[in-house]
């Protein structure tokens, strides 16, 4: 790249060229004279500010474009800029960073992946399924990379694991068929839990794909589902304010942005119940939830932002597979067990990741 200095001319080397050019001569009018002196002062002060044309497309850094749920999902962005970070790309420099976060406000999905989109970054990340199938539905030819997924072949994000054959790819977070496990793991912490309270978004694919895994392992255990389903906040904020105990043994948490966005309630809400609360994120474990078993939403992050490297530098998201957790936690919360007056078997503290004082 050309590198234009722009300065006061030199007197030494200029001063003799303008005064023998500008040198009065027969005929010369002094109107003419002012005209020539404007014209080379022109040149010589504006002439090498011009740019070769796109030379600054060709600087400019590249732009990462991010549609969030936010809040619960807060780490897989913090997890995306420490895996760019380490693969060289620092913030503000090798790459911008363009964010729409939603706050869980499910309604702001599509206007803000519509914003996005306005804006041409050169790829969008995406957090979580509802976010993911909007970004899909807006953005036809930017690369998409989205992450924390439960099933994307379910959501109609990708024709396979092999291959999205589109402008997708992505990790997923195998949420959905990991539902029937939770179930399990539920079970072995606390076997007295017979009815098991479920709450469903309905309007997230997620959440129903998970339920149907979560209904199928239970017909197979013998235990029951409460299910309840909710639409908006003041769907969860009501089943919030109703009595659990003595309707049902434990509280289930079905993937979905809806629900999480108010987890710390719902953990509230289940510690004063001293009912256990089976979630599916260990961030949520450290805030008060007996356990979770799947993967951490950091990971999910800096997992994804080597898909982001690669499709920056040219790779097509059909051609990068989609990828699965690079491995699943399972975490306990011993604090809030004592709380429940609950026990937790060795036999899960010896296989737990991550156990929680």
Not at 74 to 85: A, F
Not at 296 to 315: D, P
Request: proline share 6%.
């Amino acid at each position: 790249m050309k590198t234009y200095v722009c300065g006061a001319p030199r007197a030494s080397r200029w001063g003799g060229i303008l005064n023998k050019s500008l040198r009065p001569r027969p005929g010369l009018e002094s109107k003419g004279r002012r005209i020539i002196l404007a014209a080379i002062l022109t040149l010589m002060l504006t002439g090498p500010l011009r740019a070769p044309p796109g030379m600054m497309a060709q600087s400019s850094a590249p732009v990462v474009g991010v549609l969030t749920p936010g809040l619960a999902y807060d780490p897989v962005l913090e997890g995306l800029r420490q895996g760019l970070l380490k693969l060289g790309y620092r913030e503000g420099r090798e790459f911008k960073l363009l964010v729409e976060d939603c706050q869980g406000d499910v309604a702001c999905f599509e206007p803000r992946a519509t914003k996005l989109v306005e804006a041409k970054p050169n790829v969008i990340f995406t957090v979580a399924t509802a976010t993911s199938m909007t970004a899909h539905k807006t953005a036809r030819s930017i690369p998409i990379v989205f992450s924390v997924v439960g099933d994307p072949v379910q959501a109609g994000l990708v024709a396979s694991f092999a291959s999205s054959g589109s402008n997708v790819t992505g990790v997923a977070s195998s949420n959905a068929p990991l539902s029937g496990k939770r179930l399990e793991l539920l079970l072995e912490i606390a076997p007295k839990s017979k009815k098991i309270l479920a709450l469903v978004s309905v309007k997230e694919n997620t959440s129903e794909v998970s339920f149907k895994y979560l209904a199928e392992t239970a017909r197979t255990l013998g235990v029951q589902i409460l299910r309840r389903d909710v639409v908006d906040r003041s769907d969860v904020e009501k089943i919030l304010l109703e009595k659990w105990a003595g309707t049902a043994d434990a509280v289930y948490h079905v993937p979905s942005i809806l629900v999480s966005a108010q987890i710390e309630a719902l953990i509230a809400k289940a510690r004063r119940e001293r009912m256990p609360l089976m979630v599916y994120e260990d961030s949520q474990v450290g805030k008060g939830s007996l356990a979770s078993y799947g993967g951490e939403y950091r990971s999910f992050g800096v997992q994804a932002a080597q898909l982001v490297v690669k499709i920056l530098r040219g790779t097509k998201p059909a051609d990068l597979p989609v990828e699965t957790p690079g491995g699943l936690l399972l975490a306990v919360n011993a604090s809030t067990a004592k709380t429940i007056g609950l026990k937790i078997p060795d036999a899960i503290l010896e296989r737990a990741d991550k156990v929680v004082e």
